[in-house]
């Protein structure tokens, strides 16, 4: 029998690796009323562990600042294990950039509004994220960067008039 060269994917696990909660100015903060300034760091990224294994990690950090005081500081690594084998290259990268971040970032949300609420601060979700849209910023910023580096050849190649 030929092997089976059809695509295959499958999310094998998902879990959480990195996870802190800071609440320097407690319990002040919980006199003042609560109007929070958020700010919100976000990212994915991928790496391959093998030749079918790939674990994809999606990383929040929340700092959320009351009265010029933070309130809370929340850092959650959201990571799952994929196996991915017979995906074309040309997929493969959109899958490992916007797919699976889709799919590990329920899983994030509720984390953050856990550790929030646990802090003792009102529930904080998460807005949902449009990975595809932001993998699709990233791929064209990486097309005007290596744009613009091949400018300065192109100019000089251009110059004999």
Not at 11 to 38: G, V
Not at 75 to 101: D, H
Not at 108 to 114: F, G, H, I, K, Q
Request: glycine share 2%.
């Amino acid at each position: 029998m030929a092997d089976n060269q059809q695509p295959q994917f499958a999310l094998q696990r998902i879990y959480l690796k990195d996870a802190s909660f800071e609440a320097p100015n407690t319990p002040n903060a919980f006199t003042k009323a609560w109007k929070p300034e958020i700010q919100l760091d976000l990212n994915s990224s991928a790496r391959k562990l093998d030749e079918q294994h790939y674990e994809v990690s999606v990383k929040v950090t929340i700092t959320a600042k009351n009265e010029e005081e933070t309130a809370f500081l929340v850092e959650i690594v959201q990571c799952g294990l994929f196996a991915m084998v017979n995906i074309p290259e040309n997929q493969l990268q959109p899958m490992l950039g916007a797919m699976c971040p889709n799919i590990l970032f329920p899983y994030l949300r509720e984390t953050v509004d856990s550790f929030v609420t646990k802090g003792g601060f009102p529930a904080l979700m998460l807005a949902p994220i449009n990975f595809d849209a932001l993998y699709q910023q990233r791929v064209q910023q990486a097309q005007q960067q290596a744009e613009a580096a091949a400018e300065p050849a192109a100019d000089n190649a251009e110059t004999t008039h």
